[in-house]
């Protein structure tokens, strides 16, 4: 058994329960520090949307089962890493990290400050190994 499967759960409740999740975490995230907001001046929104539930839900899996997941987050950790295509410095993961966690605790009914410490736990392998790999 995923031993963070209650954390995919809460995800599974935020994106059923607010249509919105993804796009008050970018608010969230983009207001957090101008150097993200910079980042992401040309983005493409809906390349991005389908982008951020993937990357969640790898970085929970890679948590929980690292061998499943250790793929595509090295291949995340390319992308983000000072030779990738949209580089991210190893400081600003920790608005990622607070933005993702105010976002999941407006949008999971069933959140608790005891859950938001699961997701911390369960974010931080792949948050780790990505700064790791700057």
């Not at 058994?1 to 969230?28: E, H, T």
């Not at 061998?67 to 390319?78: G, H, K, N, P």
């Amino acid at each position: 058994m995923d031993q963070f499967a209650d954390v995919q759960q809460s995800f599974g409740r935020c994106l059923r329960g607010n249509n919105r999740f993804v796009d008050d975490f970018y608010r969230r995230l983009l207001g957090s520090d101008e150097r993200i907001a910079t980042m992401f001046a040309s983005t493409d929104w809906t390349l991005q949307n389908k982008a951020i539930r993937r990357g969640i839900s790898l970085a929970i899996t890679f948590a929980g089962t690292p061998v499943a997941a250790r793929r595509q987050v090295r291949e995340m950790a390319e992308v983000h890493s000072r030779g990738g295509r949209a580089p991210i410095t190893p400081e600003l993961y920790e608005h990622w990290i607070e933005s993702l966690i105010l976002t999941v605790q407006a949008s999971d009914p069933d959140y608790s400050p005891s859950l938001g410490k699961r997701w911390r736990t369960a974010l931080e392998p792949a948050i780790g190994f990505m700064q790791n790999s700057y």
